[in-house]
């Protein structure tokens, strides 16, 4: 390891400190309900833009039907806490991690499937899916059909509910960003990323490919699951076009990729802009047409200009400031080299 | 059921998968040349249609004929993607990136038609849109004939200069190895572009007819666009024919199952067909075996 | 891309704090840029005459401008800014001039929510309007009733929006499930000679048209009426060829289509047209009431002759202040009167309701107001006489079934009511 890089990690506890800081106190500070709402959705949008990130990023397969476990998610607590006559409250929170499980193990069959594919093929399979659980969502009686479901709906006054979801919900993204840093760090996150640089390569080295890339896809739909489960009980209604909606598989890949695709930070940073700047938008500017117009300039002129999103540009510039004023070899470390492969395949 | 309702969805199926091939021919050209999965198809279509309705409603052009101008028209548009946008992505991440560029170009299509036509939805009409050929009993719409006779046309003319140029062999090499294309002489920028052109030239035709077969608005774009990649991934990338077949394939079992069961769990099926024939054949029915990536 | 890629990183950390300061800050800053977004249509919501002083009562609401629907939802604003100028002329709320504070919520659950929670804690609306369909209502309906707000709607009818334990909610306009009894019944009333013998019933997968099916075809059916074809299609079809065929090799004498917009409505024409199938009766639920939108749709007020559609309203309706609402709003927006949407009016007779509880009560407090609407009051509105029952709903609305004839939209049924001409039936086959 370069002396660069382990003066970074100072840094970087650093920076860690103060965003968990930030996160702790943010509704404190800013109570504005308006706020703690908005505040409340970037969360959400946070833990599934990362989950996604640490299957889609790290293994080059862009999955575009995560939308399935988000609303297997939501259905899951609606209907337990229904059934189950769960109180309103605290107590429904509990089935979060439950939802968070259930949409895991709808990932197995529908990944394994799905992964059986080549790339391109890939991504439309999991687009399929989601298509396909919307319609029976739609359709099933014990989904309540076209009507949705509703969870039971807290008594909370305006601060305590938005507090409260927003708390739970941070919870949920600390946990959720743990796990994508312990899976980066770990060989199991080498092995995805071999995949991502040649997937032949990585199997002539003895990597498990299809084992591999299974985990890493079940791993990410379980973070998605809750917070799908999190946003039925927060708006107090599930519909299928809701649970199951495009536009959302298409947020999240974006986000990830604005922020920097395969990096930790990227997609929490793209979720956050990303997320606040259209309610913003929407709430402010969205009775103008225009506002599509704009929305849709801005994105395209963000990602031509910063095509592999924000981290890495950022980290980029960082190296090459430290280059220009260390006059030593400091560049960004670049995943998938030879070593890193070898180290992957367990082979000393 | 009785059998006339069977071979009604039949025969409606066989019409209205000839529109959708006509949609999708442009995406399977773009996806399998250039790599880049082309989510505003559905705006394009839908901006074709638009087109269509100035001409038309404007001035006083026929639907066909206006084609004459709006598919030059959308030449022109897809030389611009490619080179304003599509040229701009590196080759590594290419399939990723498309995937987003492609959707911020299908939200300011959707947002300048919404600016300039409003929301309301809008239908093209002509003279013989609701008349009929009465064949064997069965009524066949002029409009889904005409459109099935035109997507052959223009599926006919892609699959010739594809297979039986010199141009269509300079796209194929570029697909299959960029390198090595360039290495014979091939200008592989050039072509591209070209490919785009063409891609989305075909997808003027498209939106022509799918605006006189339904009622659209700016936002009529995003149900198709599924269908749209379903079908091009069935037919397996960069396969003119294979479009065309996967086209009446889905679309007729859909009808079929829509009049044997129900409408709801049709599309269910036709989904589900999807992932079930690329389970047993992962490159789709026509794709060519593994192509390395550039 | 260097000195750019750091540029846009500061901007982003910069945009961040703006964001949030603007968003959570004074409402000074917020409620004025409101007040350029309602600014789409005209200044007219608080030039009222000098008849209306003091502090100006702000009125929010958020609408589907964009997306999904946003023909509605404009149509719905212009209702309510209709509503707030006459209101202003007339002496404004308890003498407050009223300012419309509608943000748009691009017909999107989670925004609506967070639409809510600006206008009554940001903007500090006193009171606040219903959003557009019931997908929105419900969660809407939530977050307003913890602030304690009334949420009076014009636009959320289906059962799922009622029965949630909410006391705050009051839909002015007609309860969804009962939109299709009038012509059921009359349908089942004619006589055996005349009466259809068979019926299709296709509707689109929707909680608006699901639950009005069941009730008609019972009528029906136990009126002889045989069934001969019963599907749902779904809401996201792009091609309706298919099922329009599969009905009209039924070759049923009557349509019951459940359809939630004009292209549904209009696929299905048109496909009937194309297999010369001509039913004797044809009623859709949603879409004819969009006047010439529809009529263009389906080629021509030929085309157009003889289908029925079920509403609470519609331009011709014989009530004064219905008819001013027309004539207002042909003079603004020009046009001519049957082009007028049955929203424009739901969104008047949400304003008016809330006028009234305001000027029984003498107070602008929610409580007060949602007790007086239980109350079991009948308010009058141009939609016809309202009164809301425990759950919310108006077990007053006038249940009409109009019909198109020689171009315009015509009171049919039910056929004693004040102002219902005779049906044409049975429905002129098409072209001619």
Same mark, same amino acid.
């Given at each position: 390891m370069t002396a660069a890089v382990r003066a970074r990690r100072p840094v970087r506890a650093l920076l860690v400190v103060i965003a968990l800081a930030i996160l702790g106190v943010f509704p404190l500070v800013f109570s504005n309900p308006t706020t703690t709402t908005i505040a409340f959705y970037a969360l959400i949008f946070m833990v599934s833009a990362s989950a996604w990130n640490m299957f889609s990023g790290s293994s080059g397969y862009i999955a575009l039907g995560h939308a399935v476990y988000f609303g297997c998610g939501a259905y899951a607590l609606s209907l337990l806490a229904n059934h189950l006559g769960v109180a309103a409250g605290?107590?429904?929170?509990?089935l979060v991690p439950v939802a968070g499980i259930v949409a895991g193990l709808v990932a197995i069959p529908t990944g394994l499937i799905a992964l059986r594919a080549r790339r391109h093929t890939f991504v439309v399979i999991t687009i399929a899916w989601m298509f396909i659980f919307q319609l029976a969502a739609s359709n099933l009686g014990f989904t309540g059909g076209t009507s949705g479901l509703q969870p039971p709906t807290p008594l909370w006054g305006i601060d305590t509910y938005n507090r409260n979801f927003y708390y739970v919900a941070a919870v949920v993204l600390v946990l959720t960003v743990v796990l994508t840093w312990v899976v980066r760090r770990s060989r199991f996150g080498l092995q995805l990323l071999t995949i991502r640089d040649d997937e032949e390569r990585a199997r002539g080295l003895g990597v498990r490919v299809v084992r591999v890339k299974l985990i890493a896809f079940v791993l990410s739909a379980i973070p998605v699951g809750m917070a799908g489960a999190m946003y039925a009980y927060f708006l107090g209604q599930i519909f299928p076009q809701f649970a199951f909606d495009p536009l959302f598989d298409l947020s999240i890949a974006l986000m990830a990729f604005i922020g920097g695709l395969g990096t930790l930070a990227g997609p929490l940073l793209g979720a956050l802009v990303l997320e606040s700047l259209q309610q913003y938008f929407t709430v402010q500017y969205g009775a103008s047409q225009a506002y599509l117009i704009i929305y849709g300039v801005l994105f395209l002129v963000v990602v031509l200009l910063l095509p592999r999103g924000v981290i890495p540009s950022v980290e980029e510039l960082i190296g090459r400031w430290r280059t220009r004023s260390a006059g030593s070899d400091a560049g960004p470390e670049e995943p998938g080299r030879t070593g890193d492969v070898v180290k992957a395949a367990g082979v000393r | 059921m009785n059998s006339t309702a069977l071979a009604k969805a039949v025969v409606d199926g066989i019409l209205t998968g000839g529109v959708y091939a006509l949609m999708a021919a442009g995406l399977t050209l773009i996806f399998g040349?250039?790599?880049?999965?082309?989510?505003a198809q559905g705006a394009l279509i839908v901006l074709g249609a638009y087109m269509s309705y100035v001409l038309s409603v404007h001035l006083g052009i026929d639907l066909f004929l206006g084609l004459f101008i709006t598919i030059p028209a959308f030449f022109v548009l897809g030389v611009g993607i490619e080179w304003a946008f599509?040229?701009?992505?590196?080759?590594?991440?290419r399939a990723a990136m498309s995937i987003l560029v492609t959707y911020a170009v299908a939200i300011i299509i959707e947002g300048l038609l919404s600016v300039i036509f409003g929301v309301n939805f809008v239908q093209l009409h002509a003279s013989y849109t609701d008349s009929t050929f009465h064949i064997l009993g069965f009524y066949l719409p002029y409009i889904y004939v005409f459109g099935f006779l035109l997507a052959l046309v223009l599926l006919g003319a892609m699959y010739y200069l594809l297979y039986h140029t010199h141009f269509g062999r300079g796209v194929r090499g570029s697909l299959q190895n960029r390198t090595a294309a360039e290495l014979i002489g091939v200008n592989v920028n050039r072509v591209r572009a070209l490919s785009v052109g063409l891609g989305v030239a075909v997808t003027a035709a498209g939106g022509m007819v799918f605006g006189a077969t339904n009622a659209f608005n700016p936002s009529s774009g995003y149900d198709l666009i599924s269908r749209l990649l379903s079908i091009v991934i069935l037919a397996g990338l960069g396969s003119i024919g294979g479009a065309l077949i996967a086209a009446l394939f889905m679309v007729t079992l859909e009808d079929v199952v829509a009049v044997l069961w129900s409408p709801v769990w049709a599309t269910l099926v036709y989904y589900a067909s999807l992932i079930v024939v690329l389970s047993f054949r992962p490159n789709g029915l026509f794709g060519k075996a593994a192509v390395r990536a550039q | 891309m260097r000195r750019s890629g750091w540029m846009w990183s500061c901007a982003t950390v910069v945009a961040i704090a703006g964001l949030l300061a603007g968003c959570g800050g004074s409402s000074n800053s917020s409620s004025s840029a409101s007040g350029a977004s309602s600014n789409t249509a005209s200044t007219s919501s608080a030039s009222g005459s000098g008849a209306a002083t003091g502090s100006p009562v702000v009125i929010g609401s958020s609408l589907?401008?964009? !997306? &999904?629907f946003s023909a509605d939802g404009q149509a719905f604003e212009r209702g309510y800014q209709l509503w707030a100028s006459d209101i202003n002329k007339a002496g404004g709320l308890l003498g407050h001039p009223v300012k419309l504070d509608i943000v748009s919520d691009a017909s999107s659950p989670a925004q609506v929510v967070t639409n809510y929670q600006k206008l009554i804690?940001? &903007?500090?609306?006193k009171l606040v309007f219903g959003p557009f369909s019931t997908l929105l209502t419900v969660p809407a309906s939530k977050v307003v009733n913890r602030y304690g707000y009334a949420f009076v709607e014009g636009a959320g009818g289906a059962p799922a929006a009622f029965g949630n334990g909410l006391h705050n909610i009051f839909d002015v306009s007609l309860p969804v499930i009962d939109n299709l009894v009038p012509f059921a019944k009359w349908v089942a009333s004619l006589p055996a000679s005349e009466r259809p013998k068979t019926a299709a019933y296709a509707t689109s997968d929707d909680p608006f048209t699901q639950p009005q099916i069941p009730l008609a075809q019972q009528i029906m059916q136990a009126a002889g009426i045989k069934t001969v074809y019963n599907k749902v299609f779904p809401a996201e079809v792009t091609d309706y060829a298919p099922i329009a065929s599969a009905v009209a090799s039924s070759e049923a004498e009557a349509v019951v289509l459940g359809s939630v917009d004009v292209p549904t409505v209009s696929a299905f024409v048109h496909a009937f047209i194309q297999q010369h199938y001509n039913p004797k009766v044809f009623i859709a639920t949603a879409g004819p009431d969009q006047g010439g939108d529809f009529v263009k749709a389906v080629g021509g007020a030929a085309n157009a002759e003889g289908i029925m559609y079920p509403n609470g309203w519609y331009p011709g309706y014989a009530n004064a202040a219905s008819q001013k609402l027309v004539s207002e709003y042909v003079a603004k927006? !020009? !046009?001519?009167?049957?082009?007028?949407?049955a929203d424009v009016a739901e969104g008047y007779s949400v304003g008016q309701a809330v006028a009234q509880a305001v000027a029984a009560t003498h107070s602008l407090d929610n409580a007060k107001i949602i007790s007086y609407l239980h109350s079991g009051q009948t308010l009058n509105s141009v939609q016809g006489p309202v009164k809301f029952d425990a759950k919310g709903e108006n077990g007053a609305a006038a249940a009409f079934v109009f019909q198109w004839q020689k171009g315009q939209q015509v009171q049919v049924l039910p056929t004693g009511a004040s102002g219902s001409k005779p049906p044409v039936y049975p429905k002129p086959n098409w072209g001619s």
């Open positions: 605290w107590p429904v929170f509990a | 040349v250039m790599d880049i999965i082309n989510i599509m040229r701009r992505l590196r080759d590594q991440d | 589907s401008l964009s !997306g &999904d804690s940001s &903007d500090h609306a927006y !020009g !046009g001519s009167p049957s082009d007028v949407n």
